[in-house]
Protein backbone atom coordinates (compact mmCIF):
# COMPACT_ATOMS: atom_id res chain seq x y z
CA UNK A 1 0.00 0.00 0.00
CA UNK A 2 1.75 2.93 -1.34
CA UNK A 3 -0.26 5.35 0.35
CA UNK A 4 1.12 3.85 4.17
CA UNK A 5 4.47 4.93 4.06
CA UNK A 6 5.88 3.68 7.44
CA UNK A 7 8.82 5.59 7.14
CA UNK A 8 8.14 9.02 5.96
CA UNK A 9 9.85 12.13 7.12
CA UNK A 10 7.00 12.93 9.13
CA UNK A 11 7.10 10.10 10.95
CA UNK A 12 10.78 9.92 11.76
CA UNK A 13 9.94 13.48 13.11
CA UNK A 14 7.40 12.08 15.50
CA UNK A 15 9.92 9.50 16.26
CA UNK A 16 12.29 11.76 16.91
CA UNK A 17 10.60 14.45 19.02
CA UNK A 18 7.73 13.27 19.78
CA UNK A 19 7.70 9.72 21.51
CA UNK A 20 10.66 11.42 23.02
CA UNK A 21 8.28 14.14 24.33
CA UNK A 22 5.38 11.50 25.57
CA UNK A 23 8.10 9.49 27.60
CA UNK A 24 8.62 12.00 29.40
CA UNK A 25 5.20 13.56 29.85
CA UNK A 26 4.37 9.76 30.85
CA UNK A 27 7.48 9.80 33.83
CA UNK A 28 6.26 12.97 35.27
CA UNK A 29 3.10 11.60 35.31
CA UNK A 30 3.80 8.61 37.05
CA UNK A 31 5.95 9.98 39.66
CA UNK A 32 2.92 13.01 40.14
CA UNK A 33 0.37 10.63 40.70
CA UNK A 34 2.12 8.33 43.06
CA UNK A 35 3.05 11.03 45.55
CA UNK A 36 -0.48 12.90 44.84
CA UNK A 37 -3.23 9.90 44.28
CA UNK A 38 -6.53 10.75 43.94
CA UNK A 39 -8.39 7.87 44.40
CA UNK A 40 -8.00 4.95 46.50
CA UNK A 41 -6.85 1.96 45.22
CA UNK A 42 -8.42 -1.46 44.75
CA UNK A 43 -5.91 -3.42 43.32
CA UNK A 44 -2.39 -4.08 43.87
CA UNK A 45 -0.25 -1.80 41.23
CA UNK A 46 2.38 -4.35 40.30
CA UNK A 47 -0.46 -6.37 39.01
CA UNK A 48 -2.63 -4.38 37.18
CA UNK A 49 0.84 -2.61 35.83
CA UNK A 50 2.13 -5.88 34.12
CA UNK A 51 -1.68 -6.66 33.00
CA UNK A 52 -1.66 -3.27 31.59
CA UNK A 53 1.45 -3.29 30.17
CA UNK A 54 0.76 -6.68 28.26
CA UNK A 55 -2.17 -6.03 26.59
CA UNK A 56 -0.39 -2.52 25.51
CA UNK A 57 2.54 -4.32 23.96
CA UNK A 58 0.12 -5.08 20.33
CA UNK A 59 -1.77 -1.99 20.18
CA UNK A 60 1.47 0.80 20.42
CA UNK A 61 3.63 -0.98 17.87
CA UNK A 62 0.16 -1.30 16.08
CA UNK A 63 -0.69 2.16 16.43
CA UNK A 64 2.78 3.50 14.73
CA UNK A 65 2.71 0.92 12.13
CA UNK A 66 -0.91 1.51 11.02
CA UNK A 67 -2.76 4.84 12.37
CA UNK A 68 0.19 7.25 12.14
CA UNK A 69 1.17 6.44 8.36
CA UNK A 70 -2.52 6.52 7.63
CA UNK A 71 -2.94 9.75 8.52
CA UNK A 72 0.39 11.02 6.67
CA UNK A 73 -0.51 8.93 3.25
CA UNK A 74 -4.06 9.52 3.69
CA UNK A 75 -3.54 13.04 4.31
CA UNK A 76 -1.11 13.07 0.78
CA UNK A 77 -3.56 11.49 -1.27
CA UNK A 78 -6.20 13.97 -0.54
CA UNK A 79 -4.35 17.12 -1.00
CA UNK A 80 -4.72 17.39 -4.39
CA UNK A 81 -8.14 17.39 -4.30
CA UNK A 82 -8.21 20.65 -2.37
CA UNK A 83 -10.54 19.39 0.41
CA UNK A 84 -12.59 21.97 2.54
CA UNK A 85 -9.48 23.68 4.84
CA UNK A 86 -7.28 23.73 2.07
CA UNK A 87 -9.05 27.13 1.00
CA UNK A 88 -8.40 28.54 4.52
CA UNK A 89 -5.73 31.11 5.28
CA UNK A 90 -3.20 29.69 7.98
CA UNK A 91 -2.86 30.07 10.86
CA UNK A 92 -6.77 29.31 10.20
CA UNK A 93 -6.44 26.20 8.78
CA UNK A 94 -4.59 24.90 11.41
CA UNK A 95 -6.68 26.14 14.03
CA UNK A 96 -9.53 24.26 12.01
CA UNK A 97 -7.64 21.11 11.51
CA UNK A 98 -6.97 21.12 14.94
CA UNK A 99 -10.74 21.45 16.43
CA UNK A 100 -11.43 19.10 13.94
CA UNK A 101 -9.60 16.37 14.95
CA UNK A 102 -10.73 16.81 18.39
CA UNK A 103 -13.81 16.82 17.66
CA UNK A 104 -13.58 13.13 15.74
CA UNK A 105 -11.64 12.05 19.01
CA UNK A 106 -14.76 12.78 20.68
CA UNK A 107 -16.95 11.63 18.46
CA UNK A 108 -15.25 8.29 17.99
CA UNK A 109 -15.28 7.87 21.54
CA UNK A 110 -18.62 7.74 21.44
CA UNK A 111 -18.75 5.21 18.71
CA UNK A 112 -16.44 2.84 20.86
CA UNK A 113 -19.63 2.92 23.52
CA UNK A 114 -22.15 1.05 20.53
CA UNK A 115 -22.81 -2.09 20.65
CA UNK A 116 -20.52 -3.45 17.96
CA UNK A 117 -17.30 -1.01 19.09
CA UNK A 118 -18.12 -1.62 22.85
CA UNK A 119 -16.44 -5.61 22.58
CA UNK A 120 -13.24 -4.16 21.69
CA UNK A 121 -13.16 -0.58 23.82
CA UNK A 122 -14.21 -2.93 27.01
CA UNK A 123 -10.59 -4.10 27.72
CA UNK A 124 -9.94 -0.64 28.51
CA UNK A 125 -12.68 -0.30 30.76
CA UNK A 126 -12.88 -3.00 33.01
CA UNK A 127 -9.42 -2.48 34.37
CA UNK A 128 -10.50 -1.90 38.13
CA UNK A 129 -8.57 1.11 39.37
CA UNK A 130 -7.31 4.30 36.88
CA UNK A 131 -3.87 5.69 36.44
CA UNK A 132 -1.60 6.53 33.75
CA UNK A 133 -1.16 2.69 32.96
CA UNK A 134 -4.82 2.61 31.82
CA UNK A 135 -4.17 5.32 29.19
CA UNK A 136 -1.90 2.36 27.50
CA UNK A 137 -4.35 -0.69 27.85
CA UNK A 138 -6.18 -0.17 24.62
CA UNK A 139 -7.13 -3.62 22.26
CA UNK A 140 -5.32 -3.60 19.24
CA UNK A 141 -8.16 -4.23 17.50
CA UNK A 142 -9.54 -0.97 18.37
CA UNK A 143 -6.45 0.91 17.60
CA UNK A 144 -6.56 -0.79 13.63
CA UNK A 145 -10.62 0.18 14.05
CA UNK A 146 -10.30 3.57 14.35
CA UNK A 147 -8.03 4.39 11.03
CA UNK A 148 -10.79 4.46 8.34
CA UNK A 149 -12.44 7.05 11.39
CA UNK A 150 -9.78 9.32 12.81
CA UNK A 151 -7.35 9.41 9.44
CA UNK A 152 -9.58 7.89 6.37
CA UNK A 153 -12.25 10.88 7.60
CA UNK A 154 -9.57 13.37 8.70
CA UNK A 155 -7.80 13.39 5.56
CA UNK A 156 -11.17 13.07 3.56
CA UNK A 157 -11.89 16.57 5.37
CA UNK A 158 -8.77 18.16 4.45
CA UNK A 159 -6.29 17.88 7.23
CA UNK A 160 -2.87 17.42 6.41
CA UNK A 161 -0.79 15.15 8.01
CA UNK A 162 1.31 17.25 9.46
CA UNK A 163 -1.10 18.56 11.56
CA UNK A 164 -2.60 15.08 12.26
CA UNK A 165 0.62 13.78 13.58
CA UNK A 166 1.59 17.17 15.71
CA UNK A 167 -2.24 16.68 17.48
CA UNK A 168 -1.23 12.97 18.10
CA UNK A 169 1.36 14.15 20.52
CA UNK A 170 -1.13 16.51 22.33
CA UNK A 171 -3.68 13.68 22.23
CA UNK A 172 -1.67 11.10 23.94
CA UNK A 173 -0.21 13.70 25.98
CA UNK A 174 -3.76 14.61 27.13
CA UNK A 175 -5.35 11.24 26.90
CA UNK A 176 -2.31 10.22 29.64
CA UNK A 177 -2.64 13.23 32.00
CA UNK A 178 -6.66 12.26 32.56
CA UNK A 179 -5.94 8.94 32.72
CA UNK A 180 -3.71 9.68 35.94
CA UNK A 181 -5.09 8.84 39.20
CA UNK A 182 -3.21 12.45 40.49
CA UNK A 183 -4.70 14.57 42.73
CA UNK A 184 -4.50 17.79 41.40
CA UNK A 185 -5.43 21.22 43.62
CA UNK A 186 -8.85 21.58 43.35
CA UNK A 187 -9.07 25.23 42.68
CA UNK A 188 -6.77 24.24 39.88
CA UNK A 189 -8.78 22.01 38.50
CA UNK A 190 -12.10 23.88 38.90
CA UNK A 191 -10.41 26.52 37.11
CA UNK A 192 -9.22 23.52 34.15
CA UNK A 193 -12.43 21.40 34.18
CA UNK A 194 -14.33 24.31 31.80
CA UNK A 195 -11.66 23.61 28.97
CA UNK A 196 -9.80 20.71 29.04
CA UNK A 197 -10.39 17.32 29.75
CA UNK A 198 -9.15 16.47 33.59
CA UNK A 199 -8.33 13.21 35.73
CA UNK A 200 -11.49 14.03 38.00
CA UNK A 201 -13.64 14.43 34.80
CA UNK A 202 -12.19 11.02 33.33
CA UNK A 203 -12.60 9.58 36.23
CA UNK A 204 -16.43 9.61 36.26
CA UNK A 205 -16.29 8.22 32.58
CA UNK A 206 -14.84 5.19 34.10
CA UNK A 207 -17.36 4.57 36.84
CA UNK A 208 -19.03 1.24 36.98
CA UNK A 209 -22.46 3.25 37.25
CA UNK A 210 -23.74 3.50 32.99
CA UNK A 211 -25.06 6.93 33.05
CA UNK A 212 -21.97 8.05 34.72
CA UNK A 213 -19.72 6.08 31.90
CA UNK A 214 -21.91 7.66 29.21
CA UNK A 215 -20.62 11.21 29.82
CA UNK A 216 -17.26 12.96 29.68
CA UNK A 217 -16.17 11.20 25.85
CA UNK A 218 -13.94 14.14 25.38
CA UNK A 219 -10.26 13.96 24.82
CA UNK A 220 -8.87 17.07 24.69
CA UNK A 221 -11.69 20.17 25.01
CA UNK A 222 -14.82 19.70 26.88
CA UNK A 223 -16.11 21.56 24.41
CA UNK A 224 -17.80 19.24 22.57
CA UNK A 225 -19.57 17.76 25.71
CA UNK A 226 -20.90 20.87 26.38
CA UNK A 227 -22.44 20.85 22.93
CA UNK A 228 -23.70 17.85 23.26
CA UNK A 229 -24.87 17.85 26.95
CA UNK A 230 -22.78 14.60 27.69
CA UNK A 231 -20.65 16.55 30.41
CA UNK A 232 -21.15 15.53 33.78
CA UNK A 233 -18.79 16.61 37.01
CA UNK A 234 -20.80 16.72 39.68
CA UNK A 235 -19.68 13.30 41.06
CA UNK A 236 -17.66 13.20 44.03
CA UNK A 237 -14.36 10.94 43.47
CA UNK A 238 -14.61 8.92 46.42
CA UNK A 239 -17.93 7.57 45.64
CA UNK A 240 -16.65 6.20 42.18
CA UNK A 241 -16.59 2.55 41.42
CA UNK A 242 -14.19 2.14 38.77
CA UNK A 243 -14.83 -0.74 35.94
CA UNK A 244 -17.48 -2.56 33.83
CA UNK A 245 -19.53 -4.38 36.67
CA UNK A 246 -19.59 -7.64 34.52
CA UNK A 247 -15.68 -7.98 34.75
CA UNK A 248 -15.78 -6.88 38.32
CA UNK A 249 -13.43 -10.19 39.33
CA UNK A 250 -10.32 -9.35 39.06
CA UNK A 251 -9.18 -13.15 38.87
CA UNK A 252 -11.20 -13.03 35.14
CA UNK A 253 -8.84 -10.23 33.85
CA UNK A 254 -5.77 -11.98 32.60
CA UNK A 255 -4.09 -11.27 29.84
CA UNK A 256 -4.91 -13.88 26.89
CA UNK A 257 -8.74 -13.45 27.87
CA UNK A 258 -8.58 -9.46 27.46
CA UNK A 259 -7.23 -10.03 24.29
CA UNK A 260 -9.67 -12.70 23.06
CA UNK A 261 -12.58 -10.37 25.00
CA UNK A 262 -13.75 -8.42 21.42
CA UNK A 263 -14.58 -12.28 21.03
CA UNK A 264 -16.80 -13.00 23.66
CA UNK A 265 -20.76 -11.98 24.05
CA UNK A 266 -21.52 -8.81 25.16
CA UNK A 267 -22.82 -8.60 28.53
CA UNK A 268 -25.94 -6.89 30.63
CA UNK A 269 -24.64 -3.57 32.79
CA UNK A 270 -24.50 -6.04 35.89
CA UNK A 271 -22.27 -7.72 38.62
CA UNK A 272 -21.84 -11.02 38.06
CA UNK A 273 -24.22 -11.63 41.07
CA UNK A 274 -26.98 -9.76 39.15
CA UNK A 275 -26.58 -6.32 40.72
CA UNK A 276 -26.31 -3.26 39.42
CA UNK A 277 -23.79 -0.51 40.59
CA UNK A 278 -25.98 2.91 40.63
CA UNK A 279 -25.68 5.85 42.65
CA UNK A 280 -28.18 8.59 43.80
CA UNK A 281 -28.32 11.86 41.10
CA UNK A 282 -25.95 14.46 43.14
CA UNK A 283 -27.07 17.99 43.91
CA UNK A 284 -26.47 20.58 42.40
CA UNK A 285 -25.66 21.50 38.18
CA UNK A 286 -24.12 18.43 36.35
CA UNK A 287 -21.63 20.57 35.13
CA UNK A 288 -19.97 22.07 38.35
CA UNK A 289 -17.08 20.01 39.63
CA UNK A 290 -17.25 17.76 42.34
CA UNK A 291 -14.04 17.15 45.08
Not at 59 to 65: H, V, W
Request: hydrophobic share 45%; glycine share 6%; charged share 20%.
Amino acid sequence: MSWLPISHPLLKRFDTWGTPVLAAVGLGLLLLETRRPLRRRTRPRPERWVRNVLVAAPSLPAMRLTLLPAMVGLGQLMAPYRPPFSRLPEPVRTLAEVLLLDYLGYSWHRLLHSPLLWRFHRVHHCDLDMDLTTAWRFHFGEMLASIPYRAGLAALLGVRGSTALGFEVVFEACTAFHHTNLELPYAVERRLAPFMVTPRAHGIHHSMVERETQSNFGVVLTLWDRLHRTLRLNVPQQELIIGVPAYADPAGQTVPRLLQLPLEPQDAWARPDGSVPEHPEYAGPATALAE
